[in-house]
């Protein structure tokens, strides 16, 4: 059996093929669009469990398939 890659929804309702990266503050896990990398989720209440920076941006207001202002 193959494993899928997670797929997610952005802001305007379509599917896309996520990959995860490493935040650049802290360090968790967080995922872009494949076909844009533009498009970011970002985990929100999902902490890292090891040295885990609470306070980030991406815990304390995470974008979720959102393109940059
Ligand atoms: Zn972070
Ligand atoms: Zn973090």
Known sequence: MTELPPRR???ESEWHDLVPFACPDCGCTCF?????ERIVWEPGRAWAESGADR???????PVEGRLPA
């Open 55 to 61: 306070d980030c941006h991406c815990h304390t207001a």
């Open 9 to 11: 929804r952005d802001e």
């Open 32 to 36: 872009h669009a494949a076909d844009d």
